[in-house]
């Protein structure tokens, strides 16, 4: 079973930057971190992209704009799943890419779900 995500879960694009997250709630810790939901990460950024090359027809990821798979079906907070080590999805990247984010590091091992 796949660890669920927190805020010191590492999650990064495909060109390498960092996808930040900030959790909506805090009625569900792992180690002191927040766990994130599937909502927060649609709401993550991706401030640093390097996909930046226009001459290629290039434009950075800028934000998450899907979260293809990884959302639990089980553990869920006020009726939302949480985000799971398996997650991964879509940005406003170009050239467009089937999984432009991913995670790196779930940053714990005590919580696991389906």
Do not use: Y
Request: hydrophobic share 45%; aromatic share 2%.
């Amino acid at each position: 079973m796949p660890e669920v995500l927190t805020t010191a879960s590492v999650l990064t694009c495909a060109h390498g930057a960092t996808v930040l997250t900030t959790a909506s709630q805090s009625a569900l810790t792992v180690d002191g971190a927040p766990a994130l939901l599937v909502t927060d990460l649609l709401a993550a950024t991706v401030p640093a992209c390097p996909n930046t090359d226009v001459s290629k027809g290039q434009a950075p990821c800028v934000k998450v704009t899907a979260v293809s798979v990884g959302a639990s079906r089980l553990l869920k907070i006020s009726g939302t799943p949480v985000a799971l080590a398996t997650a991964k999805g879509t940005t406003q990247a170009t050239p467009v890419l089937p999984f432009a984010w991913q995670v790196e590091d779930p940053g714990q091992t005590l919580l696991r779900t389906d």
